[in-house]
């Protein structure tokens, strides 16, 4: 019985070793959303569903919690739109430009499309806000 016992605790000890032996699991990426504008620097923001985003193709930083609740509404809205092959043409007033690549595809849109797609404006809002914290970046 003891010789049992003994078994069971030592294949409860190498599952616990196995499992903080590099057994790393990757989260998968939100999207990846690229802004650009006349008179203004490209922004790339790529966000992934563990909690981090790079910035500009730097290292990953972590992403507020806030941030990535907001993210991950974000990305199921725009692989619908994707989805919906829905199409924004430019307009004259537009500033910026924006590219997201989700799981579904590839969207473009000017900034003045949020005027009639809500998840537009929030994507928007949130580039700035993530622009300016985790990535350190005024927009």
Do not use: W
Not at 24 to 50: M, Y
Not at 73 to 97: C, M
């Amino acid at each position: 019985m003891f010789l049992r016992i003994r078994v069971a605790v030592a294949a409860v000890l190498a599952a616990a070793l196995l499992a903080g032996c590099g057994f790393d699991v990757q989260e998968p990426d939100l999207f990846l959303v690229t802004r650009t504008g006349a008179h203004a620097q490209k922004l790339s923001l790529l966000v992934n569903d563990g909690g981090t985003i790079s910035c500009n193709g730097g290292k990953p930083r972590n992403l507020p919690d806030p941030l990535l609740l907001q993210a991950r509404d974000l990305a199921t809205s725009l692989n619908t739109d994707v989805g919906a092959k829905l199409r924004f043409g430019p307009n004259a007033r537009s500033v910026y430009s924006f590219t997201v690549k989700v799981q579904n595809g590839t969207m473009f849109f000017p900034d003045t499309a949020a005027d009639s797609r809500k998840e537009l404006a929030d994507l928007e809002l949130f580039v700035v806000q993530a622009a300016a914290n985790p990535c350190g970046l005024s927009s």
